[in-house]
């Protein structure tokens, strides 16, 4: 693993690869649960039993302590109306002052672990960012609070964990299938490591936290860099792949997709979702088809990614990147709102985001101390940002 000013996570060379504290990402994607790795990136080393039910309890209590009277229903009905509705209205569902919610949970013993206050916060959105990411993606479609407030009763009252409460409120059933959990686990995992502090999502928080705010203020942060090309493309990819199924007319979809990227490149036009700034080929996609293979998972909409993918990489030499596959999963399982991608996305991510966040209250205020900063400011490259 490449250092990046930390050891929580970073990319590696030989091979291509991410890894989470020294742990190739790919040995973790289909093998480790969510809560797992984020407990990796924390604390440098997986929980036990006793602590992986302790963190788990306290996500579950966290998703529980949203009524539907809570204020970010309202909040986000209100800020639905704006251009980009469903971004805007996770960031604002986030901006809610959550002390005295997080004083009324018992915080999880993590037995030789001292949970700071900032990590409890941390932990504590995290267990409620499905809450306020599925919601932002629900309401405007149907522009109706009560069947969103039917789905929060039914996810609350699920005997299971973090990623069958996601399913539950998201698409309004359970998983089908073991399978199917396996595969949303995996996307969650994939999303957790970055290239260290240089990711957009990580370098936000890490900066903000840094100047002092408010853990919720720096998770806002790094949900504000979920635009088209970070952590926003899914949204863009399944339209995308809706279009492709919808338009073809019984076609063969060989020849329809030929079509297709022939008319979107012929102006010039990139492909979102293809191409990656550090990889060839993005790895944690190859990790993502061979859990669809040991899976046996079958979907039409599979078939569109794998038929895309070929023709993209024999016309342009490209290939595509997590984006791609983690929206033709979440299509092929029913996540079927464009948002939702995005949402999945910004969960996995927010793994990152606490690990970083708390490692990066250990240092001064500024990042550096001043006699360095005096020495090596003029030698920060002008591209830098």
């Known amino acids: 693993m490449r250092y990046q000013g930390t050891d929580i996570d970073g990319p590696c060379t030989d091979p291509d690869g991410l890894g989470v504290r020294g742990i190739d990402l790919n040995e973790l994607i289909g093998s480790k649960s969510f809560l797992e790795c984020f407990f990796l990136a924390m604390y440098s080393k997986f929980p036990s039993e006793k602590q992986l039910s302790e963190l788990n309890r306290f996500f579950n209590d966290g998703f529980r302590s949203i009524d539907r009277e809570d204020p ?10 704006s251009e980009d509705e469903s971004l805007n209205g996770l960031i604002a569902g986030l901006a809610i002052d959550r002390k005295e919610e997080i004083k009324r949970l018992t915080p999880p013993d993590l037995g030789d ?39 929060l009763a039914e ?6 964990n973090y990623a069958d409460r996601i399913a539950c409120f998201f698409r309004g059933r359970p998983f089908d299938t073991p399978g199917e959990r396996r595969l949303m686990e995996s996307l969650l995992v994939a999303f957790c490591a970055g290239f260290g502090y240089l990711t957009p999502s990580i370098m936000t928080p890490r900066i ?47 020849a329809y997709v030929d079509g297709f990227l022939k008319e979107r490149f ?16 993005d790895p944690r996609v190859r990790r993502l088809v061979q859990i669809i293979g040991e899976e046996g998972f079958h979907h039409e909409i599979i078939e569109v990614f794998t038929v895309l993918s070929a023709a993209v990489a024999e016309m342009k030499n490209i290939y595509p990147n997590l984006e791609t596959g983690h929206g033709a999963i979440m299509l092929s399982m029913g996540f079927d709102i464009p948002f939702f991608g995005p949402s999945i996305a910004l ?12 490692e ?23 591209e830098w940002l």
């Open 113 to 151: 672990i001292a949970v700071s206050e900032n990590a409890l916060s941390g932990f504590y959105f995290m267990s409620i960012l499905p809450i306020i990411s599925g919601a932002a993606a629900l309401y405007p479609k149907g522009k109706d609070l009560a069947p969103i407030l039917g789905r």
């Open 266 to 281: 012929a102006g010039g036009r990139k492909l979102l979702g293809f191409g990656h700034p550090f990889f060839k080929k």
């Open 72 to 81: 970010l229903f309202r909040i986000i009905a209100e800020v639905a109306r």
């Open 208 to 254: 903000s936290i840094g100047s002092g705010v408010s853990v919720g203020i720096a998770i806002i942060a790094g949900c504000t860099t979920a635009g088209p090309w970070h952590l926003g493309t899914s949204k863009d990819v399944m339209a995308m792949f809706r279009q492709i199924q919808q338009e073809r007319n019984g076609q063969p979809l060989e």
């Open 360 to 382: 990066r209250l250990s240092k001064p205020a500024f990042g550096v101390k001043n006699n360095v900063a005096r020495n090596f400011f003029d030698k920060v490259p002008m």
């Open 155 to 160: 996810a609350q009252q699920l005997e299971g």
């Open 347 to 358: 969960i996995g991510r927010s793994a990152g985001m606490v690990a970083h966040m708390e």
